[in-house]
Structure formats: C-alpha cells, structure tokens
C-alpha cells in the first residue's frame, strides 16, 4: 500500500503556522510524503516544505453551540470551581475537512492515511509504536474522554474512511444522529466507526498524542492558560493547566495596570475591567482576551 500523512488546518494566525512548521520538520524526518489541506489559505512557507498543499474552499459550519467544561483545583477562595467554554460548533466543518482531505489523497494515489491536526505532536518513541502498530495498514485510533473517539490524529485505508464517513455526514449537518442529545464531534465520529463497522475487533491505541492549542486555553509568553468570568467577584479566574509561570502576570486594560493574585494550584485572579486585556511582563504588550459581555457569556464559572 502507499502511505501518506495527512495534515488538515485553518492557519488564520502566524501562531499556527509557526507551529505546523514546527511539526512538519519533525515529521518530514519519517519518510512520508506529507499532504497538507486547509480551509484557510495555506501560507506558501508551509507549501515550500511538503510534497502537496490543497486549499480546500469550504468551512461549512451548522448552526450548533458546543460546551466544555471542567473542574478546577482547590484556591483560596473556593474548594472546587466548575468553568464552562461555549462556542461554535466547528466539528462538522473539521470532519468535512478530513473527508476531503482523504479524498484528495485518494486521488493521488495514496491509499492508506495517517492523519493529524497541524497542531498534533507525536515523540520519536510513541511515533515508533504508531507505525508498528499500522504495518499492517490496520485502523489506529485514539480516546477522547469517555466514550468518545479523538478527531485529531488517526490512521485508516483511504477508501475505507471515505465509505464509513460520507454518507453519515447528513446526520451531523442536520442535527440529527441516533445519539444522546449532548452529543459532541468526538462521539459523533464514535458512531460513525463504530456504525459503519471500520473499527470492528480493533482495539484503542495506547500512542500518546500531544495537541499543541487547545481552543479553550489562550497562548502567551508565560504559558497557556484559560480566563473565566466569576460574576460572585466580578473577576476572572486564571488557570494554568501546565505550570504557573514563575512571574505572576501583569495586564494593562485600556489604562489600568492590574497584577494578578495567586489563589494556589495554577490559579490566579484578575478584576474584571471592560476592554482588552495586554500583557506587560514583556518589552511590547501581549494581547491575550477582550472582557466584554459576550465574552463573559461564553466563559464563565457555573458552579463554586
């Protein structure tokens, strides 16, 4: 069979490009020919490095609100914070992406895909055991929290994933799939495989997979972390997933100075200021999030 890896994309930001360069100079070293697809122009510093890049002209998006959530850890002000993400319904449009990238790899005569998100990083070892584990061109897939199967990197035969998923997009684009209500992109795709019968007898790989950008999380020079309105406070609770940067954050909020108040394990505390928050530990600010009221509707501490 003919391999390839398949990178989709929505390069909307010199972030992302950055760190799908990043990516594709690690996995041009595996001696795949690598196919990048986007529903953004893709950069022509990303074309110059892969062997094909195809600007796929169509980001359908169905009218659909998605929701994430978690808990955070103890702070000083309360044991347990419960914060919701709310956005756009992207997943449709991030699998018909993958639909037409698999098809334009098909046409290229390629009949066995690995795909990734540009932002998917694989180790050397763990890069290992996904082509050990597909030497015999057998579907690889991931987890995705409970009951639920991940979108951002996976292997299948060309023809195989093209037959399982399109013609059961009609049930994401109509709202409709024979799930629980609170169905999201990754159970979705669950019932594509599992309903089409392509991942049958295949166990869960156990490959560890690294997303580069969470969509719930903002990039900064001091980590990535996530700001959600605490309306008891009228603040916003700062969490650093990874690591607390060793300098607490300052931000400049139109002309207000305002240094963040450590509350324990990675959170911190900002007032709420209605405007554009800039971070200020740096020679040139760092534009992170505006504060305003819709942003406050979407991001937000449901329960303390």
């Known amino acids: 069979m003919n391999s390839c890896i398949l990178l989709t ?14 990516n594709i100079s690690y996995l041009k070293s595996k001696g795949l020919p690598i196919v990048v697809v986007g529903n953004y122009p893709v950069p022509k510093e990303v074309q110059r490095e892969v062997n094909y890049s195809f600007f796929v002209n169509n980001n359908p998006i169905v009218n659909r609100i998605s929701y994430a959530w978690k808990f955070l850890p103890p702070t000083s002000i309360g044991d347990k914070f419960k914060v919701i993400n709310s956005s ?13 990238g698999f098809k334009i790899c098909e046409s290229l005569g390629y009949d066995y895909v690995y795909h990734l998100n540009y932002d998917a990083t694989i180790e050397d070892e763990e890069f290992s055991k996904l082509l050990t584990t597909s030497q ?18 996976y292997a299948f035969k060309t023809k195989d994933y093209i037959q399982a998923l399109e013609p059961r997009m009609h049930f994401y684009a109509n709202l409709n799939p024979p799930l629980p209500p609170n169905w999201y992109c990754e159970v979705f795709f669950k019932w594509v495989l599992e309903d ?40 916003y609770l700062l969490y650093f997933p990874y690591n607390l940067p060793s300098e607490l954050p300052t931000f400049k909020v ?17 007032p709420n200021v209605e405007g554009e928050y800039h971070m200020t530990n740096f020679d040139s600010d760092y534009m992170i999030f505006e504060s305003n009221a819709h942003y406050r509707a979407h991001n937000y501490v449901a329960e303390s």
């Open 136 to 153: 015999n061109y057998t579907p690889v897939y991931f987890s995705w929290g409970d009951d639920a199967i991940s979108t951002a990197c």
């Open 254 to 270: 139109n002309e207000t100075f305002i240094t963040a108040q450590d509350l324990g394990n990675n959170c911190l505390l900002i």
């Open 196 to 235: 089409s019968g392509i991942i049958q007898d295949i166990p869960l790989s156990e490959v560890q997979v690294k997303l580069e950008i969470s969509g719930t999380e903002f990039e900064s020079p001091l980590g990535k972390f996530g700001a959600y309105y605490y309306s008891d406070l009228d603040s």
């Open 88 to 100: 756009q319904d992207y997943g449709y449009a991030h699998l018909h992406q993958t639909l037409e």
């Open 9 to 22: 994309s929505h390069l909307n930001s010199q972030y992302k490009i950055d760190v799908i360069l990043k």
